[in-house]
């Protein structure tokens, strides 16, 4: 299948790079389809693609790239919701809030998406932690 996107032009992708978010995501309840996309020369940041809506793309990272020490504890309802049965099927990423000035650039540590990888089922979840910022700079302070 191929997919239009706005920015990054023809995307393909198979039924088995659907990831499927029945809670959808903070602030795009409504978009329950996505795939994620590398983005060659641009690594480590990847594309949270919408298949519902091609305005709709959320630049993502793993927060582990840039903090080594970063740990969420994923409560008994996501791991049910998201049918996770061992920690290897679960991938975290991490929106980020790109700015012209590299220094600028932030993530959002403190509601990671949590992807189980054996079944692409995805899900947007709140971490209580102060610890962690919603537009946490990626370079550092």
């Avoid at 191929?2 to 393909?12: P, R």
């Amino acid at each position: 299948m191929v997919f239009i996107s706005k920015v990054n032009g023809e995307i393909e992708y198979g039924e088995k790079n659907i990831i499927n978010f029945k809670k959808g995501i903070l602030g795009f309840e409504k978009l329950k389809k996505f795939i994620l996309v590398d983005l060659k020369g641009y690594e480590p940041f990847k594309l949270l693609q919408s298949l519902e809506n091609k305005e709709v793309g959320l630049i993502v990272t793993s927060p582990y790239d840039f903090f080594e020490e970063y740990e969420i504890k994923l409560n008994d309802d996501t791991i049910e919701n998201l049918k996770i049965k061992s920690p290897n099927e679960a991938m975290i990423i991490t929106t980020v809030t790109l700015n012209s000035d590299a220094k600028k650039i932030t993530t959002n540590l403190q509601g990671p998406i949590v992807i189980n990888i054996s079944n692409n089922l995805g899900e947007q979840i709140i971490i209580d932690n102060s610890k962690y910022r919603i537009k946490q700079l990626l370079l550092g302070e």
